[in-house]
């Protein structure tokens, strides 16, 4: 009866912690073996299992939680946040997942499951949630002992996290090693700031631009640590990327792949067809605009595509650098006419010097000083435009909340076709006497 008693009071005392003290229950459980604190948890009421699971590190709780009746497992995940529940169940292999999500009420699994699905650019789609986290008042003992015990991937930094689960900082495991046994984690880790889950890739790339770091984490609108981007993802999340911009950039969609059914490439592709095409309308009737200037010198038709073509590889130039700035985070909207600036005098200089050689190549060709001179000309004027669409269309179509890589190619070609072909047979007309 006595044994019975005190068994009881012990029940009431520790129950009493939990209701009262539940972050500090949680670090008591941490130190315990995965069955010592499961059998612990136990002894508690549903509300303070929930309360201590959710403040668990998400693998300490995933082991837990697999040692908990279904009944009270059923009953944790339903009053547990949802973003928690989704980052602890993700340490379990697929089939336990699923068990768990099929024993939840339907809204409560369309919940989770909703979280699961973060949009496939987005940081919680790209987090690793095996994480290894810590909490402030923890000393670098307990964290070496969970470094030994090999519970979290090896590699990469340790995350220090309050009695809510938020994230304070990061400390290197090298630092743990170096430090006093009984230092506490807050005081040997570095402030570190995390990206919200719901963050896309651009903000992801945008967190990471100039920073020396080699994982990301993740946290939820409380700043409670999720997960971790790793580096291996990061590099992967910029190749892909980089790839995405080389479709959209020649009017394929981001989502076609190699192997795409043939009716989906179609779709993508011939609605920016249609635009290139009109485009290509436009710059056939401002040649048309000069119909009896060519007919009159057939040696303008040979011409034009020279002229084109400068002007083209120009603005393609002065477009890849601009687009690469504003992928990086170099240049923002704000920079425009530095960068026009620049890829206007860029463009000059490269005008002058192409336009003497080819000034030089038509002399010789058609032994014809006036049309020689016009050709210079209109290679200066062309390339000085395509220089400058090239850095200002990119940055306006930012500005107006556009996708600068699906539309900048075809937006230049049609400025320097317009502008190479306009300067050069608006050049000859205005000096047809001297051709």
Same mark, same amino acid.
């Given at each position: 009866?006595?044994?019975?008693?005190?068994?009881?009071?012990?029940?009431?005392?520790?129950?009493?912690?939990?209701?009262?003290?539940?972050?500090?229950?949680?670090?008591?459980? &941490?130190?315990?073996?995965?069955?010592?604190?499961?059998?612990?948890?136990?002894?508690?009421?549903?509300?303070?299992?929930?309360?201590?699971?959710?403040?668990?590190?998400?693998?300490?709780?995933?082991?837990?939680?697999?040692?908990?009746?279904?009944?009270?497992?059923?009953?944790?995940?339903?009053?547990?946040?949802?973003?928690?529940?989704?980052?602890?169940?993700?340490?379990?292999?697929?089939?336990?997942?699923?068990?768990?999500?099929?024993?939840?009420?339907?809204?409560?699994?369309?919940?989770?499951?909703?979280?699961?699905?973060?949009?496939?650019?987005?940081?919680?789609?790209?987090?690793?949630?095996?994480?290894?986290?810590?909490? &402030?008042?923890?000393?670098?003992?307990?964290?070496?002992?969970?470094? /030994?015990?090999?519970?979290?991937?090896?590699?990469?930094?340790?995350?220090?996290?309050?009695?809510?689960? /938020?994230?304070?900082?990061?400390?290197?495991?090298?630092?743990?090693? %170096?430090?006093?046994?009984?230092?506490?984690?807050?005081?040997?880790?570095?402030?570190?700031?995390?990206?919200?889950?719901?963050?896309?890739?651009?903000?992801?790339?945008?967190?990471?631009?100039?920073?020396?770091?080699?994982?990301?984490?993740?946290?939820?609108?409380?700043?409670?640590?999720?997960?971790?981007?790793?580096?291996?993802?990061?590099?992967?999340?910029?190749? &892909?990327?980089?790839?995405?911009?080389?479709?959209?950039?020649?009017?394929?969609?981001?989502?076609?792949?190699?192997?795409?059914?043939?009716?989906?490439?179609?779709?993508?592709?011939?609605?920016?067809?249609?635009?290139?095409?009109?485009?290509?309308?436009?710059?056939?009737?401002?040649? $048309?605009?000069?119909?009896?200037?060519?007919?009159?010198?057939?040696?303008?038709?040979?011409?034009?595509?020279?002229?084109?073509?400068?002007? $083209?590889?120009?603005?393609?130039?002065?477009?890849?650098?601009?687009?690469? $700035?504003?992928?990086?985070?170099?240049?923002?909207?704000?920079?425009?006419?530095?960068?026009?600036?620049?890829?206007?005098?860029?463009?000059?200089?490269?005008?002058?010097?192409?336009?003497?050689?080819?000034?030089?190549?038509?002399?010789?060709?058609?032994?014809?000083?006036?049309?020689?001179?016009?050709?210079?000309? %209109?290679?200066?004027?062309?390339?000085?435009?395509? $220089?400058?669409?090239?850095?200002?269309?990119?940055?306006?179509?930012?500005?107006?909340?556009?996708?600068?890589?699906?539309?900048?190619?075809?937006?230049?070609?049609?400025?320097?076709?317009?502008?190479?072909?306009?300067?050069?047979?608006?050049?000859?007309?205005?000096?047809?006497?001297?051709?």
């Amino acid at each position: 009866m006595v044994v019975t008693d005190a068994r009881g009071a012990a029940t009431t005392l520790i129950g009493d912690f939990a209701r009262r003290y539940p972050g500090e229950m949680a670090r008591e459980v &941490e130190r315990l073996p995965d069955a010592a604190a499961a059998r612990c948890l136990r002894s508690l009421n549903r509300p303070q299992i929930a309360a201590v699971l959710e403040r668990l590190t998400p693998d300490t709780a995933a082991r837990v939680l697999l040692r908990l009746p279904d009944d009270v497992a059923r009953s944790v995940l339903m009053a547990i946040d949802p973003a928690r529940a989704v980052s602890l169940l993700d340490w379990l292999d697929p089939s336990a997942h699923e068990r768990y999500i099929g024993m939840l009420d339907p809204r409560t699994a369309g919940e989770i499951r909703a979280l699961a699905a973060y949009p496939a650019d987005s940081a919680g789609r790209l987090m690793d949630p095996r994480v290894t986290a810590v909490r &402030e008042d923890a000393t670098a003992r307990e964290a070496l002992t969970r470094l /030994r015990l090999g519970r979290q991937p090896a590699g990469g930094d340790i995350y220090v996290v309050d009695s809510e689960g /938020r994230l304070i900082g990061a400390v290197t495991a090298h630092d743990v090693v %170096a430090a006093a046994l009984t230092e506490t984690l807050g005081r040997l880790s570095k402030p570190r700031a995390g990206v919200l889950a719901v963050a896309t890739r651009d903000e992801i790339m945008e967190r990471l631009s100039g920073s020396a770091v080699a994982a990301l984490p993740v946290v939820d609108v409380e700043g409670r640590l999720l997960g971790v981007i790793r580096g291996a993802t990061l590099i992967n999340v910029a190749q &892909e990327a980089a790839s995405a911009d080389i479709q959209t950039m020649v009017g394929a969609s981001r989502d076609e792949r190699a192997l795409s059914k043939v009716s989906f490439a179609v779709r993508r592709r011939l609605p920016w067809l249609h635009v290139n095409l009109a485009t290509a309308f436009l710059a056939a009737s401002v040649v $048309g605009m000069f119909e009896e200037t060519i007919a009159r010198f057939t040696a303008l038709a040979v011409l034009m595509p020279v002229v084109a073509g400068q002007s $083209g590889n120009t603005g393609a130039q002065a477009l890849a650098v601009t687009m690469r $700035g504003l992928a990086l985070r170099e240049i923002r909207p704000r920079h425009w006419l530095r960068i026009a600036f620049k890829e206007g005098r860029v463009a000059s200089i490269n005008g002058l010097a192409v336009a003497t050689t080819t000034t030089a190549g038509v002399w010789l060709w058609s032994q014809s000083p006036g049309l020689a001179m016009v050709i210079g000309l %209109a290679m200066v004027l062309s390339m000085l435009a395509a $220089g400058l669409a090239g850095a200002i269309i990119p940055i306006g179509l930012t500005v107006s909340g556009q996708d600068p890589a699906q539309a900048s190619s075809i937006i230049l070609t049609t400025v320097t076709d317009v502008v190479g072909f306009l300067s050069f047979l608006g050049l000859a007309t205005l000096f047809a006497a001297m051709l």
